[in-house]
């Protein structure tokens, strides 16, 4: 279903507070930082070039039409999206890696830019069907909720890597808890999470929303 036109102009609000403070983020990294240590099997600079491909695709997606609504929901997106991670094995890590590259002498710089083309692109869109994971048809503003997840938890990431500090929008991080929430629900770990929120359980270790 589409969204209305408050609801468009609030996701796209708060994806672009998100992004920026992603980039915020990375200005303070230093540069000799970036071959240093990032999360699991990637170094920093992957894991900021995958946390600035949720500045990529909306860039390139938006200029891929889809003409039917296969993902529903941004919590069905995590659905798919795990179904294909599965199926693809190494190639979200390689994926990483190649962003990270591509990045540049100066990430920083290149993430703004970034940042500037993906805002500019919203700019009086509705909400339209884009192709996303391969082909799928979903809405744009169903589509931003998973991207707004996507640069915090990494935002956060970077944050624990690095040592620098990081706090999120308000508005950022109610949106990405409540999609966790939703995503947790329908992978079958919404009691977990809600005895753990409301202090009648643990989490058990490791524990994943997305896994």
Do not use: C, N
């Amino acid at each position: 279903m589409a969204a209305s036109d408050s609801e468009a102009v609030e996701v796209v609000q708060v994806y672009r507070a998100a992004a920026r403070s992603f980039a915020d983020l990375v200005r303070m990294i230093p540069v000799d930082r970036y071959p240093g240590p990032g999360l699991g099997e990637w170094d920093l600079r992957a894991l900021v070039g995958h946390t600035a491909r949720s500045l990529v695709t909306v860039i390139t997606y938006l200029d891929q039409p889809a003409t039917t609504v296969d993902i529903t929901s941004a919590e069905e997106y995590y659905q798919v999206a795990a179904t294909v991670a599965a199926a693809e094995g190494a190639g979200v890590v390689e994926r990483g890696r190649r962003a990270g590259a591509e990045l540049g002498d100066d990430p920083a710089a290149a993430v703004d830019t970034l940042v500037s083309e993906a805002s500019a692109k919203l700019d009086g869109r509705g909400d339209e069907l884009i192709a996303v994971l391969g082909g799928a048809g979903m809405h744009l503003f169903t589509y931003l909720p998973t991207r707004i997840f996507e640069l915090a938890v990494h935002s956060l990431d970077i944050a624990d890597a690095t040592g620098l500090p990081y706090t999120a929008p308000e508005e950022v991080m109610s949106g990405a808890t409540t999609l966790g929430a939703r995503v947790a629900t329908v992978m079958g770990h919404g009691e977990v999470l809600l005895r753990a929120l409301t202090g009648r359980g643990a989490l058990p270790d490791p524990f994943s929303v997305t896994a």
